[in-house]
């Protein structure tokens, strides 16, 4: 007695990757409430070259996920097996079977032959992975049209089937059944040539696999005349599907890679505002004040002499700060979708700019303190010493003698900086420590640094201690402030930053340039 097997039932083994199953029972009908209903009887199906023939999922002929490795035509039904691939995409199959999606095997034909329900002739091309097999609610799948063969008296049945009505049967013979699970096939009456090309690999294509046979295994020369014509285009006709151009697949349905935001350079970093004294800015404006004639000791002769007393005067100091602000009216579906990445990347753009305004303020104003100052002169240095280390211990010695201060800080024009780097071995000074790299330097514990902003001249460099001044900035600058703008449907966004150089010993501040201000 022979067992049955039910259609489309298949086993998997994810240790050796392999599929063994029955893909098709002989005499068993299709779903009698399918459109298209179909019965393989014994010895109907014959199967293209095994090497031809793959599993796809969901009839996706451009999705394929295993090879064929055995193809048994047994008495009551035809079994198979199959190699599933190795990599990603076998991987993913072998998930959703483990996860009861796809739970069926559903046969490929091509040339169908049917006389109402019962099929005539057909090749077995292949195999899709679905949720239900073809003959439990899927349709079978066929490579081009299913032709309708001549009526023949009929013949006593035991169990006769519901035949579709005549028109039905007039439609489906000229439709090309690419059923997917759970959808029903559209019926294309005389399909185009770019429909046709699209279902059908080749409208003869038991004789493409008999030249094919000919060619390979008996050197037929006709054979290969014939392939040779056919020519390698219209063996396989299908229509291109590209990835880009004008009105293609791919332009309209591919969604380009989101790399989010795009680097723009460096998020800056402040170099002038650490080299002085920092302070917290309480108003926007301050006040103080400052010796100008200290009081100080003398010699005393003792013996009821008179104490040295000298003149002590005093004069205010006041100040004020300086405000950068910046703000933008953002739409409030950035918010609402948080996407926040764009937000983010708004934030620290704005941050950046107070970094470079303020940083660029604090070097201007030092500079400014210099010109009220006047400029110092360069010497005349021996030959062998460099012009850009001459006019730094030059000014360094002043901030000593005249500034009463230890020197900390010199800033130079880029053009002094560049021969400040490259100085060869041979003409650093002999006792002094010298360092340099492309973004900063040291020399004699003088930290070097260049002009980033073009507020010095070219011959210029500016000398100063730490205590000279004091960077006196609101906590927290810039601070950010947000409101909503309920008319226009957005959130307003603004930073504020407030920060005061306030001046505590100019005459700690030289600048040395190869003339005197005119």
Do not use: C
Request: hydrophobic share 40%.
């Amino acid at each position: 007695m022979t067992t049955e097997i039910e259609a489309g039932v298949f086993s998997l083994n994810e240790e050796t990757r392999t599929v063994r199953g029955r893909l098709l029972t002989y005499g068993e009908h299709t779903n009698p409430r399918h459109k298209y209903p179909a019965m393989f009887p014994k010895g109907t199906v014959s199967f293209a070259p095994m090497v031809l023939m793959r599993g796809n999922r969901d009839h996706n002929l451009v999705d394929p996920v295993a090879t064929f490795a055995e193809v048994i035509d047994q008495e009551d039904g035809i079994d198979v097996a199959l190699t599933i691939a190795d990599g990603p995409e076998g991987d993913r199959l072998i998930a959703d079977h483990k996860e009861g999606k796809y739970k069926r095997l559903s046969p490929e034909f091509a040339k169908l032959v049917k006389r109402g329900s019962e099929v005539i002739s057909g090749v077995l091309t292949g195999a899709a992975f679905v949720p239900e097999g073809a003959f439990a609610s899927s349709a079978l799948f066929s490579l081009d049209p299913i032709e309708e063969a001549p009526e023949v008296a009929p013949a006593a049945e035991e169990n006769p089937q519901p035949e579709p009505p005549a028109q039905q049967q007039e439609e489906s013979m000229s439709t090309d059944v690419v059923t997917r699970p759970g959808a029903a096939p559209a019926a294309v009456e005389n399909p185009t040539p770019t429909e046709q090309q699209v279902f059908s690999l080749m409208p003869e294509r038991e004789d493409l696999f008999t030249l094919i046979k000919r060619a390979k295994e008996q050197g037929d020369p006709e054979a290969r005349a014939a392939l040779a014509k056919i020519g390698e285009g219209n063996m396989f006709a299908l229509s291109d599907v590209k990835i880009s151009g004008s009105n293609q697949l791919g332009t309209a349905a591919v969604q380009a890679g989101w790399i989010g935001h795009v680097w723009e350079g460096r998020t800056h970093e402040r170099i002038i505002v650490p080299t002085l004294t920092p302070g917290a800015l309480t108003k926007l404006t301050w006040a103080g004040w400052k010796w100008n004639s200290k009081p100080v000791m003398a010699a005393w002769a003792g013996n009821k002499a008179d104490v040295p007393s000298g003149t002590v005067t005093a004069s205010p100091v006041s100040g004020s700060a300086q405000r950068f602000a910046g703000g933008h009216d953002l739409a409030r579906e950035f918010y609402d979708f948080n996407e926040t990445e764009a937000i983010e990347a708004y934030g620290q753009a704005m941050v950046d700019s107070y970094s470079e305004l303020s940083d660029k303020y604090a070097l201007q104003k030092m500079w400014d303190q210099s010109v009220t100052n006047g400029a110092t002169v360069k010497d005349t240095y021996p030959t062998d010493v460099p012009l850009v280390i001459g006019k730094i211990v030059q000014g360094a010695l002043k901030v000593i003698t005249t500034g009463k201060g230890i020197p900390s800080t010199a800033v130079v024009s880029l053009a002094l900086y560049s021969q400040y780097v490259m100085l060869m071995r041979d003409h650093t000074l002999e006792f002094l420590t010298t360092a340099a790299s492309l973004e900063s330097g040291v020399l004699a514990g003088i930290n070097v640094i260049p002009d980033p902003y073009g507020v010095l001249a070219a011959d210029e460099v500016l000398v100063y201690a730490k205590p000279a001044a004091r960077a006196l900035e609101l906590p927290g600058s810039p601070v950010r402030v947000n409101a909503l703008d309920l008319v226009h449907g957005g959130v307003d966004s603004a930073f504020f930053g407030y920060i005061g150089i306030d001046i505590q010993r100019p005459e700690a501040i030289v600048r040395v340039a190869d003339a005197a201000d005119a």
